[in-house]
C-alpha cells in the first residue's frame, strides 16, 4: 500500500499540534503576554477551553504526558479548589467577552477525582464563562468509569468521551503497566452508548513485544465495538526525557520496518471497517463532525491533535496547561505545587511560552494544511525548501504556489511539513518518529 522508505523516517520530527512547537518555549514569555492577550479578547469571540487534570490512579509506563499519582485525597481537593480559583481569575480577566464553543478536560484522567469534584469544575466553568451552549468533551480512563460517573457525565451535557484503551492483548498490557480487560472498555462503550454519549478510542502501535497479530486483534475487537473515531499513535520510547518509560525493556520494542508495517496495517483495517482517514494516525466514522470537517476541509490542528474546532484561541486552564493566541502560544506552570502558589497569590499561572510573528504564523498555517488537507498553497513570503527528494519519490506533486501530498505520501506528511519547520535542527533528538 505505502512504499517503505528508511531514510524519510530516521529523522525525529514533531506532531505539529502547534507551531512554533513547545520545544521554542521560553520564559522570556509568560503571565504579562497571556494577561494582554486576555484584556483584548472582542465580546463575540469564539472561546476553547481545556482543562488539565494531571492525575491518574495508576501511572502507565509508556505514557508521555504530564501526570502523576492520585494516591491522596488532599492533594486532589487541593488541586481541584485551586482549579476552580484560576477558573474565576481567567474569566475575570475576560469580564465577559467571549464565548465558550468547546470544553474539553483531558490529563491524566479527569475521572482520577471524586465524581463530585469533577462536577463541581464543570459548574464552575458554566458559572464563569459563556459557555452553556458549549460541547464537553473528556478523556477518561475507562478502568476507573462506572454507571454513576456515565450518568452524571449525560446529565451534565457531555457530548463525548474518549477512552485509553492502547491494546487489547495481555502480554502488551502487562509489558506497559495498563491491565485492563478487553470486558472493561466493551462494558463502558455500551453504557455510554445508551446515555448518548459518543466515544473515541486511542490506540498504539510500536509497544514492547507486541505483534502484528497482536495489532490486529486489538483492530479487529475495536471495529466490533464501534467508537465513533479511533487515534491510533505510534508509541513513542524516550526514556531520557521520561523516566517511568525506563521500566519497559527496549530490546522488545519493534524495529522501524515493524512499525511501519503496523501503521499501514491499521490503516487498511480501519478503513476497510468504514471509518474514513482523518490524516494518518486518526479515523471516525464517516457522520462524525471531524470527518464531516475532514471532508469539507474545515479540519484543524490543535493540543488535542486533529479537530473540527474552529476557535482561534485556546485558553489552557491547571497545571502545565496551555494557551493559543494567533500571536501567542504559552504554557502554565508545569509542577501542580508551583502552579497552585500562583494561582492562591491570584496570579496568572503563565511561566513560559512563544511569539508567534508574521512569519512563523504563515509558516504555520503551511504545516497545518499539510496535515490536515493533505495540501497547502505556499505563502510567496516563505523561502521554498529543497523538496527535491520527495518529488523524485514520487510522494509530492508541485504547481505553482500549490503543494499536494500524493497518496503514497501519507505516512511521511510529518516528515514533509517539516521542511517548512524554520526552528528544527538536523541533529534534533527530542521528538518522536513520524511512524
Given at each position: 500500500m505505502w512504499t517503505y522508505h528508511p531514510d524519510l523516517l530516521a529523522r525525529p520530527v514533531p506532531r505539529y499540534t502547534s507551531?512554533?512547537?513547545?520545544?521554542?518555549?521560553?520564559?522570556?514569555?509568560?503571565?504579562?503576554?497571556?494577561?494582554?492577550?486576555?484584556?483584548?479578547?472582542?465580546?463575540?469571540?469564539?472561546?476553547?477551553?481545556?482543562?488539565?487534570?494531571?492525575?491518574?490512579?495508576?501511572?502507565?509506563?509508556?505514557?508521555?504526558?504530564?501526570?502523576?499519582?492520585?494516591?491522596?485525597?488532599?492533594?486532589?481537593?487541593?488541586?481541584?479548589?485551586?482549579?476552580?480559583?484560576?477558573?474565576?481569575?481567567?474569566?475575570?480577566?475576560?469580564?465577559?467577552?467571549?464565548?465558550?464553543?468547546?470544553?474539553?478536560?483531558?490529563?491524566?484522567?479527569?475521572?482520577?477525582?471524586?465524581?463530585?469534584?469533577?462536577?463541581?469544575?464543570?459548574?464552575?466553568?458554566?458559572?464563569?464563562?459563556?459557555?452553556?451552549?458549549?460541547?464537553?468533551?473528556?478523556?477518561?480512563?475507562?478502568?476507573?468509569?462506572?454507571r454513576?460517573?456515565?450518568?452524571?457525565?449525560?446529565?451534565?451535557?457531555?457530548?463525548?468521551?474518549?477512552?485509553?484503551?492502547?491494546?487489547?492483548?495481555?502480554?502488551?498490557?502487562?509489558?506497559?503497566?495498563?491491565?485492563?480487560?478487553?470486558?472493561?472498555?466493551?462494558?463502558?462503550?455500551?453504557?455510554?452508548?445508551?446515555?448518548?454519549?459518543?466515544?473515541?478510542?486511542?490506540?498504539?502501535?510500536?509497544?514492547?513485544?507486541?505483534?502484528?497479530?497482536?495489532?490486529?486483534?486489538?483492530?479487529?475487537?475495536s471495529v466490533r465495538l464501534r467508537p465513533a473515531r479511533i487515534a491510533l499513535f505510534g508509541y513513542a520510547h524516550m526514556p531520557q526525557l521520561l523516566p517511568r518509560q525506563r521500566r519497559i525493556d527496549a530490546s522488545a520494542l519493534p524495529d522501524l520496518p515493524t512499525r511501519f508495517a503496523m501503521a499501514a496495517q491499521g490503516y487498511r483495517t480501519l478503513t476497510a471497517a468504514g471509518y474514513d482517514a482523518i490524516g494518518f494516525d486518526h479515523f471516525a466514522q464517516p457522520r462524525d463532525s471531524i470527518a464531516r470537517a475532514a471532508a469539507e476541509g474545515r479540519l484543524r490542528r490543535n493540543f488535542q491533535g486533529f479537530t473540527d474546532d474552529p476557535a482561534d484561541i485556546l485558553l489552557g486552564l491547571g497545571a502545565s496547561a496551555i494557551s493559543q493566541f494567533p500571536d501567542l502560544i504559552v504554557q502554565n506552570e508545569k509542577q501542580a505545587g508551583p502552579w497552585r502558589e500562583r494561582v492562591e497569590a491570584g496570579e496568572i499561572s503563565a511561566t513560559r511560552g512563544t511569539l508567534r510573528t508574521v512569519e512563523d504564523q504563515r509558516r504555520g498555517r503551511i504545516i497545518e494544511a499539510l496535515l490536515c488537507q493533505g495540501h497547502a498553497r505556499i505563502d510567496p513570503a516563505i523561502p521554498l525548501p529543497d523538496l527535491s527528494h520527495f518529488d523524485r519519490l514520487g510522494l509530492i506533486r508541485l504547481s505553482g504556489d500549490q503543494l499536494v501530498l500524493l497518496p503514497e505520501a501519507l505516512p511521511y506528511a510529518r516528515s514533509i511539513a517539516a521542511c517548512f519547520d524554520a526552528y528544527l535542527q538536523p541533529a534534533e533528538r527530542r521528538f518522536s518518529h513520524a511512524v
Open positions: 507551531y512554533p512547537t513547545a520545544a521554542q518555549f521560553g520564559g522570556e514569555v509568560g503571565a504579562a503576554d497571556l494577561s494582554a492577550r486576555l484584556e483584548g479578547v472582542e465580546r463575540d469571540a469564539a472561546l476553547s477551553l481545556y482543562v488539565h487534570i494531571p492525575y491518574c490512579h495508576d501511572i502507565c509506563w509508556y505514557c508521555g504526558c504530564n501526570t502523576g499519582a492520585a494516591n491522596r485525597s488532599q492533594r486532589l481537593a487541593a488541586y481541584v479548589e485551586a482549579l476552580e480559583r484560576e477558573i474565576a481569575l481567567v474569566a475575570g480577566r475576560l469580564k465577559g467577552r467571549g464565548r465558550v464553543r468547546r470544553i474539553a478536560f483531558g490529563g491524566g484522567s479527569p475521572n482520577s477525582l471524586p465524581l463530585v469534584d469533577f462536577v463541581r469544575l464543570l459548574q464552575q466553568l458554566l458559572l464563569c464563562f459563556d459557555a452553556h451552549h458549549a460541547e464537553i468533551s473528556v478523556e477518561l480512563d475507562p478502568r476507573r468509569l462506572d454513576q460517573w456515565i450518568s452524571t457525565m449525560a446529565a451534565m451535557g457531555v457530548d463525548r468521551v474518549n477512552l485509553g484503551v492502547q491494546t487489547f492483548t495481555p502480554h502488551v498490557q502487562t509489558a506497559i503497566g495498563r491491565i485492563q480487560p478487553l470486558e472493561t472498555v466493551a462494558r463502558a462503550v455500551d453504557q455510554l452508548g445508551l446515555s448518548g454519549i459518543a466515544t473515541g478510542f486511542d490506540l498504539m502501535y510500536g509497544l514492547p513485544g507486541q505483534s502484528i497479530d497482536d495489532l490486529a486483534a486489538t483492530l479487529e475487537a
